[in-house]
């Protein structure tokens, strides 16, 4: 499956931004999706993941309550809905897909998009 991530951009502290990713190639419900982050020397983080019903849903502690993990298998989309956004969630964003459904540092998706960047100004 091909991944291709969009949405990033500059938006002020207390904003929102919306990611999208649209994946092509195989059968795009049978995966699990997720987002991870990587900021500037740091090393890529778990953000995010929805099974492939989109049934279920997991988010790392730091942005439970502000962003939303979404799907459209009809469309084969993902979106990750960010709310409240601050300078902290500034990193390059990836989308990522895999059979098995996982959360946080321990989950190693096989397939992965190019990142966009999501920048959050104070």
């Known amino acids: 499956v091909q991944l291709q991530a969009s949405g990033g951009g500059l938006v002020q502290a207390g904003g929102s931004l919306r990611l999208s990713c649209a994946a092509s190639g195989r059968t795009f419900s049978s995966y699990n999706m997720g987002w991870f982050r990587q900021a500037p020397g740091k090393e890529r983080e778990f953000v995010a993941a929805?099974?492939?019903?989109?049934?279920?849903?997991y988010y790392a502690e730091s942005v439970k309550g502000r962003f939303t993990i979404s799907r459209d298998n009809a469309k084969n989309t993902v979106h990750l809905q960010m709310n409240s956004l601050k300078p902290e969630d500034t990193a390059v964003y990836y989308c990522?897909?895999?059979?098995?459904?996982?959360?946080?540092?321990?989950?190693?998706?096989?397939?992965w998009g190019q990142g966009t960047l999501v920048t959050v100004s104070s």
């Open positions: 929805i099974s492939w019903s989109g049934r279920t849903t």
């Open positions: 990522a897909a895999d059979t098995v459904l996982g959360s946080g540092s321990s989950w190693a998706p096989e397939y």
